[in-house]
């Protein structure tokens, strides 16, 4: 479907170039179109938002015991942020967060941080009434005893719950309760579908004038224009060549094309070094390889919610989590070495290059796809690992794909979880790095900030900031049928079951 509408916003004449159609990337060109900037996005893959999954909204943090308080606090606002941006991305159902008995830490200890978290929600519901996004506050999480459990495991499961009681009985059907401390916990944190992200960010880029879209182009180099006092630390730069190459992973006969920008942004996720080095700047950060797999579980006797069971990452009791899709399809996390986690999978940017050096071997897999025997192997070691504490989860069936990718932090504190924007003003240049996907709005307003500082953008509204539902123009002309239809196609296209790129519980079905 075609359409077009407005941007209430005089056009600009200034061009943006953003390298890298992911999250960051789709989502700050989003942000520019919506304010009449020329905003051209190279993508190397055949569609957006195609790298590193996301399965889960962070929105609390609350897979991390490890990361501060104020972490968790803006991970939460993030993802309300983002959640409004792309509401038919989400599916509404709680996670529960189990702490194992082997484990030395107590469910107790996570409460004081649930607290503040419910607090900072009711305070940003206080400040806008749309940020009402996860429900109401007083159920932002919630405590169940064994007690409990034991009286929910002997109630008839519903196929499609409402309450949170409902959504536990299964829990207490399925979860080994000798295995995990009590209370267990719920929160109101969500799935999110990959898919159904892809889809949105495709409609709503088509839908700007102003958004030119170029997917399956590699960018090859980028090279200043005019550059003054090139040789000295403290040059200027005020436009940037960029060189692509169309149809880059197809057989059709590739086309290489230059474009001259005001603007350049690096949104490379885990191949950003490389663009650093091309501009020449000297950054350190470190880059992981991750990967989740995919099963299908028919005994579930219904909707399920998401499974953490937490443990100590990296070691052979690392968190397990089990990510429920309709159509009995479950994605697994298991954070040991032996099923998410890889031995030689975290590598550090050294003084000569910002790009850090994956094994060959997992670059191959990012850029051709798994082999079949260790995908095999490990989606098999995933189903164990969960059949741990779900028992009757070893009757699920590997179905040979994964969710995986390279994922880029930072720094040099491999704990980080929040958003990543860095500015060159007087080369105008900046590089979006965000380790989880809820973040790349803050990134897109921080660069909004400074192309307004440089002059290049002069129309940013107050409206833009308050991220009302509707002042996102694509949401007026795509539901979620419409998201729904190229999101099943882009499933299908990247070889995933159908299924999973649809949601059994929506957010615009519960606000
Ligand atoms: C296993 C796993 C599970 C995860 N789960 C979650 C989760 O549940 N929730 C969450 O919020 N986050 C999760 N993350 C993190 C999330 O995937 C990343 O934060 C997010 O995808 C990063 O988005 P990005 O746009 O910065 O980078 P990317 O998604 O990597 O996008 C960068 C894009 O740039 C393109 N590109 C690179 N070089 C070029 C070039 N030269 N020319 C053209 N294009 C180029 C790439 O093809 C890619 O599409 C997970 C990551 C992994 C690995």
């Given at each position: 479907m075609t359409y077009s509408f407005s941007t209430n916003q005089a056009p600009s004449t200034k061009r943006v170039g953003i390298l890298g159609g992911g999250t960051a990337g789709a989502t700050i060109a989003i942000r520019l179109a919506a304010l009449g900037l020329e905003t051209y996005l190279f993508e190397?893959?055949?569609?957006?938002?195609?790298?590193p999954p996301m399965c889960?909204?962070?929105?609390?943090?609350?897979?991390?015991?490890?990361?501060p308080d104020e972490d968790c606090v803006a991970l939460l606002k993030q993802c309300i942020d983002i959640l409004r941006l792309y509401p038919y991305t989400i599916d509404v159902r709680p996670t529960v967060f189990a702490v194992p008995t082997?484990?030395?830490?107590?469910?107790?200890?996570?409460l004081p941080r649930l607290d503040i978290l419910t607090d900072a929600y009711r305070k940003l519901i206080e400040l806008?009434?749309?940020?009402?996004?996860?429900?109401d506050p007083e159920n932002y999480y919630q405590l169940y005893s064994h007690e409990q459990l034991i009286e929910l495991s002997e109630r008839e499961q519903v196929?499609?719950?409402?309450?949170v009681d409902e959504w536990m009985i299964p829990v207490a059907k399925?979860?080994?309760?000798?295995k995990v401390k009590f209370p267990l916990i719920v929160v109101q944190e969500y799935g999110w579908n990959i898919f159904r992200l892809a889809a949105s960010a495709q409609l709503a880029l088509e839908g700007y004038e102003h958004a030119h879209v170029f997917t399956?182009?590699?960018?090859q180099q980028v090279m200043p224009v005019d550059c003054e006092?090139?040789?000295?630390?403290?040059h200027h730069v005020t436009k940037w060549r960029i060189d692509y190459q169309q149809?880059?992973?197809?057989?059709?006969e590739a086309k290489t094309d230059s474009i001259e920008v005001d603007y350049l942004i690096n949104a490379?996720?885990?191949?950003t070094g490389i663009i650093d080095d091309m501009v020449g700047v000297k950054v350190t950060r470190m880059v992981e390889f991750k990967s989740s797999y995919i099963t299908h579980w028919n005994d579930t006797g219904g909707q399920i919610p998401e499974i953490i069971v937490y443990g100590e990452r990296g070691t052979p009791e690392g968190m397990a989590q089990l990510t429920p899709y309709p159509g009995g399809y479950f994605q697994i996390h298991g954070m040991s070495k032996f099923i998410?986690?890889?031995?030689?999978?975290l590598v550090a940017s050294n003084k000569n290059s910002a790009q850090p050096k994956l094994p060959s071997q997992y670059l191959h897999y990012i850029e051709?796809?798994?082999?079949?025997a260790p995908l095999q192997a490990r989606s098999q070691q995933a189903i164990d690992y969960v059949a741990e504490f779900v028992?009757?989860?070893?009757s699920a069936r590997t179905v040979g794909n994964a969710l995986y990718g390279g994922q880029q932090i930072p720094?040099?504190?491999?704990t980080l979880r929040v958003a990543d924007v860095s500015l060159y003003s007087n080369i105008r240049y900046a590089r979006a790095e965000n380790?989880?996907?809820?973040?790349t709005l803050i990134a897109a307003d921080q660069i909004v900030d400074e192309l307004t500082t440089l002059g290049l953008a002069d129309n940013d509204t107050q409206a833009n900031r308050n991220?009302?539902?509707?002042?996102?123009?694509y949401l007026a002309h795509n539901d979620s049928l419409a998201i729904d239809s190229v999101a099943r196609s882009l499933a299908k296209e990247r070889g995933?079951?159908?299924?999973?790129?649809?949601?059994?519980?929506?957010i615009h079905e519960t606000i």
């Open positions: 190397k893959n055949k569609s957006l938002i195609d790298g889960h909204l962070h929105a609390g943090g609350n897979l991390y015991r490890e990361i082997r484990d030395e830490g107590l469910p107790e200890d996570l806008d009434a749309n940020n009402k996004v996860l429900g196929a499609v719950p409402h309450t399925y979860l080994d309760l000798n399956d182009t590699q960018v006092n090139c040789s000295n630390a403290d149809s880059a992973s197809s057989d059709i490379c996720g885990f191949r998410t986690l890889f031995n030689d999978g051709d796809g798994w082999d079949k028992p009757t989860f070893n720094g040099q504190d491999d380790v989880k996907a809820s973040s991220r009302y539902a509707h002042e996102w123009a995933f079951p159908i299924a999973m790129a649809c949601v059994n519980h929506g």
